[in-house]
């Protein structure tokens, strides 16, 4: 049995699935493989997205897939009305904007708030000595936001704590790796909410 994960990027590409597999393994008798299926950005998710679905949830995918997964960063759509204004807004209309099209109901969309590198925030202990008390700052990460979003504030630590460049996929693959599952779900409720539904997901289907 397993997932397939539809993500946007290269950070979520290589090290998702492991952390999904953090999540997941300890809870159920059989582990659950995980599938990714990258995209080139939100737009070309925006466009592919629906033939997708439907490759890997038919005949191309196998017949053992419990669920096809989407996942975007909440920062950097473009697709939301004027009224749109607050992240639960936006999350439930852009949750409903891709699920209508996809039109599987296999097909769930979940979004990181504002990014994917926001639950690196829940965690000072896995980032250099230097920067552990800035990052700790940071009581919600899911509330670091658009004026200013997750890897912005990364860049700007990593440059004036310890004089280096914050590297998107390497730095935030190293640090996922480092990252527990439990610590992100006392801290980032949004996401909370996606390792929960895949695992209710995984046992039933086990």
């Given amino acids: ?15 998702l699935p492991e952390f999904f597999h953090r999540w997941l393994d300890p809870r159920l008798p059989k582990r ?5 299926v990258k995209f080139e950005g939100w737009r070309d998710y925006d466009r592919e997205i629906e033939k ?10 196998g017949d053992d897939v419990i669920a096809a997964i989407g996942l975007l960063d909440l920062y950097g759509l473009e697709i939301f009305p004027n009224s ?6 936006r999350y439930d209309f852009a949750k409903d904007y891709f699920e209508r099209k996809v039109g599987d109901s296999r097909f769930t969309q979940y979004f990181a708030v504002h990014e994917i590198e926001a639950l690196l925030f829940s965690d000072p202990e896995i980032f250099p000595t230097e920067l552990r008390k800035s990052v700790q700052a940071f009581k919600h990460p899911e509330e670091i936001n658009f004026d200013k979003p997750p890897a912005v504030r990364l860049e700007k630590l990593y440059r004036e704590k310890i004089k280096e460049t914050y590297k998107k996929v390497t730095e935030g ?10 610590i992100v779900c006392a801290r980032c409720p949004y996401f909370k909410r996606l390792l929960d539904d895949i695992l209710n997901l995984a046992t039933h289907a086990a």
């Fill in 173 to 182: 693959y190293d640090l996922f790796g480092k990252l527990d599952p439990e």
């Fill in 32 to 36: 659950a493989g995980i599938r990714v």
């Fill in 1 to 15: 049995m397993k997932f397939v994960l539809f993500v946007e990027g290269e950070t979520e590409r290589g090290a």
């Fill in 52 to 61: 997708k679905v439907k490759l890997n949830l038919s005949g191309g995918g």
């Fill in 84 to 89: 749109a204004i607050s992240v639960a807004h």
